[in-house]
């Protein structure tokens, strides 16, 4: 019962985490700079995402612009769009893989095949928190080595946007709820190494039994 109990917890933190993927894959603002000038009533907010850049400005205006070419983007957000992409899809497997495999769950078959399918949802829930790490981790650092760069202008620096804490926050729920899910199912196999089941003993006992029966038809 605290197993099953466990499990759901974790699907209950995987499911945060792949909203939060899918949230910050989307939002335009991984690198924010605010431009108050001299004026506070015409300041602008200049946003940038993996797929869009955002300008909001403080009279209420709000336009965005796609960024249709791949290749004439930095490496880094190449990328993080990969990456994010691969987390996301990751991540929705893994919530398929573990509705099935879960104890609460009546679908899966035996024992067996539900924990050999928890343990798979498990892998995808880490691999989906390592690869929502990655991006999010080098896209700080990009962030951060050009706001201490002196050559680069103060309008051109930008800091960490909203999407970005999102990233990490998810990619951590990914991977508490993975390695929930595949600790419990090595616990479970561990038991079952430790204690292996009495069938070897009865088969043993009844062939004692059945030896001495026929000793005494002899006799």
Not at 49 to 66: E, I, K, N
Not at 115 to 128: I, M, R
Not at 169 to 177: E, K, P, Q, R, T
Not at 198 to 216: C, P, W
Request: charged share 10%.
């Amino acid at each position: 019962m605290a197993s099953a109990s466990l499990q759901f917890f974790a699907f209950i933190l995987a499911l945060f985490g792949v909203f939060g993927d899918i949230t910050a894959t989307l939002l335009p603002n991984w690198k924010v700079n605010a431009d108050v000038g001299s004026n506070i009533i015409t300041a602008i907010t200049q946003m940038q995402g993996l797929w869009m850049d955002c300008t909001w400005y403080s009279t209420g205006m709000f336009s965005c612009t796609l960024k249709y070419s791949v290749l004439s983007l930095p490496i880094y957000i190449q990328a993080a769009r990969t990456t994010m992409v691969l987390s996301c899809i990751l991540s929705a497997f893994g919530i398929c893989i573990t509705t099935v495999g879960m104890k609460c769950t009546k679908l899966g078959g035996d024992t067996d095949s539900k924990s050999h399918a928890c343990f798979a949802g498990g892998v995808c829930f880490v691999l989906a928190g390592i690869f929502g790490l990655i991006p999010t981790s080098w896209y700080t650092r990009e962030i951060i080595s050009n706001f201490l760069d002196q050559t680069i202008p103060e309008s051109s620096k930008h800091e960490p946007g909203g999407a970005v804490y999102i990233g990490f926050i998810s990619a951590g729920l990914l991977l508490i709820a993975g390695v929930i899910f595949c600790t419990s199912c090595f616990k479970k196999q561990q038991g079952a190494w430790i204690y292996p089941p009495n069938e070897h003993h009865f088969a043993s006992t009844e062939q004692e039994s059945n030896a001495g029966y026929n000793l005494k038809d002899y006799v």
